[in-house]
């Protein structure tokens, strides 16, 4: 190994590790809390979230109930569940944060409210999407995710072994050792055992980012190999998007054009050869949930109600296995079907993601998933530790102690890599030329290690 591609790949590692640790740190825990979202609810609020199996009432009684405690509110979907669980209403009410209503769906009798954000796991799933920062916090994790990745590719190459192969200090930690020797080895054992998780869990993440997932989005339906083509709403101009319209949608139909009632349009309805007016009412929420019903559409799922006149009343299942994925709108005025779409009939790139999301937040394979991607997140607290841990040890006192800088040879290389990091990940290329620049700016260069 060449001692200059070394020292320029432990300084890319240094400076990426320093400045990403701390977010990391932040993903990875969150990241476990969510990976037991259903356990950890289900512990915290048992009489709120288990019922006794009973006939479903109807789902509008269930919207009733919930109501009651929101004077001037609306609901806008309501969980339908298995048999044992309770129903849970979203209500946006006149005033205040938006708010889930558990409903016993045997009684239709309200069991509780929360505000998801303000949970246990609701803090967690905000905060490993956004850092709670919204937009810019969107981009942050992604440019995170994106060093992330790096972090793990410039660790093994660090990791991999020079001269004669032992395997106290690299594949098992010399615990018997004090000081930096036993970080070090803590550091880089635990980064070689779990590189090829966390790089999966990285990969299947970054569908989620904003830049790089959408550009992933738009790359594949162009090619054909994202969402359907076949239900693109052809002759038809869509003003808004799936996820737009309902807030939450499977990956593939996130950028998806919604189907749109037409409240003007004669449709047939009623007793057979009848033909309604133009601004038909409604067909309401139970008839719509019929309809689902003889679509094949079964518990549990997720029923959207129409948002205003041109709404659509939309159903979409998302079991831990995404083979199960479908997703129906009807015209909430006549009850037809407008668009019928399931996991068949997306894209193989579109079902390799899905399949990864699912992966991602231990639900494919149960228990056994999410241990395995516990075991990730653990690899990613160590390293986030540890890592700091080395540099302040190491460093000398007012000083960074970052490794020797590049040689100017060496300095077309990282042109290339950062071009190279620009077009595979934008955020991280021009991360890393920012970085580059500063480094070249930074007084005290000279007392690098």
Request: charged letters at 20%; hydrophobic letters at 50%; proline letters at 2%.
């Given at each position: 190994m060449r001692p200059q591609i070394y020292q320029t790949i432990w300084r890319w590692h240094f400076y990426a590790g320093l400045l990403v640790a701390p977010f990391m740190l932040i993903l990875a825990v969150t990241g476990a809390v969510y990976l037991f979202n259903d356990e950890i609810n289900d512990a915290l609020h048992p009489q709120q979230r288990f019922v006794a199996p009973a006939e479903q009432r109807p789902v509008s009684q269930m919207i009733t109930a919930a109501l009651a405690g929101y004077p001037g509110g609306s609901a806008t979907r309501v969980d339908i569940p298995p048999p044992g669980r309770s129903a849970q209403v979203f209500v946006t009410p006149a005033t205040g944060d938006l708010v889930r209503v558990y409903v016993d769906p045997g009684t239709a009798k309200a069991l509780g409210s929360y505000v998801y954000s303000h949970t246990i796991v609701g803090f967690a799933d905000v905060a490993h999407g956004s850092l709670m920062l919204g937009k810019f916090g969107d981009g942050v994790v992604e440019l995170v995710a994106c060093w992330g990745l790096?972090?793990?590719?410039?660790?093994?190459?660090?990791?991999?072994?020079?001269?004669?192969?032992?395997?106290?200090?690299?594949?098992i930690p010399r615990l018997k050792e004090t000081g930096r020797t036993v970080w070090r080895d803590l550091h880089a054992v635990t980064g070689v055992w779990t590189a090829l998780l966390i790089a999966f869990l990285i990969v299947t993440g970054l569908p989620w980012a904003n830049v790089w997932g959408g550009l992933l989005k738009r790359g594949t339906d162009a090619a054909g190999i994202g969402y359907p083509t076949s239900h693109r709403l052809h002759g038809t101009t869509p003003t808004t998007n799936v996820k737009q319209a309902l807030g939450q949608a499977p990956w593939t139909l996130e950028d998806a054009p919604m189907p749109a009632s037409d409240p003007h349009a004669e449709h047939h309805g009623g007793h057979a050869g009848m033909v309604m007016a133009a601004s038909s009412p409604s067909i309401g929420v139970d008839q719509a949930v019929a309809i689902f019903a003889k679509q094949g559409v079964n518990a549990p799922y997720r029923l959207f109600l129409p948002s205003g006149p041109a709404g659509a009343f939309t159903a979409y299942t998302y079991p831990d296995r995404p083979q199960g994925q479908r997703t129906i709108h009807?015209?909430?005025?006549?009850?037809?079907?407008?668009?019928?779409?399931?996991?068949?009939?997306?894209?193989?790139?579109?079902?390799?993601?899905e399949l990864g999301v699912q992966l991602h937040m231990g639900n494919y394979f149960g228990r056994a998933n999410q241990i395995v991607m516990l075991i990730a997140c653990v690899g990613v607290v160590m390293l986030s530790v540890t890592g700091p841990i080395m540099w302040w040890r190491r460093r000398p006192k007012g000083g960074i102690a970052a490794p020797r800088e590049l040689s100017p040879l060496k300095l077309r290389t990282v042109a290339l890599i950062t071009l190279a990091l620009g077009v595979l990940f934008p955020l991280a290329g021009a991360s890393l030329l920012l970085v580059l620049i500063v480094d070249q700016l930074r007084p005290g260069r000279q007392d690098n290690a």
């Open positions: 790096i972090l793990v590719i410039t660790g093994v190459y660090l990791w991999w072994p020079r001269g004669e192969f032992r395997l106290e200090g690299v594949v009807l015209d909430q005025y006549s009850g037809r079907v407008l668009d019928d779409v399931g996991f068949a009939d997306y894209g193989w790139a579109a079902k390799g993601v």
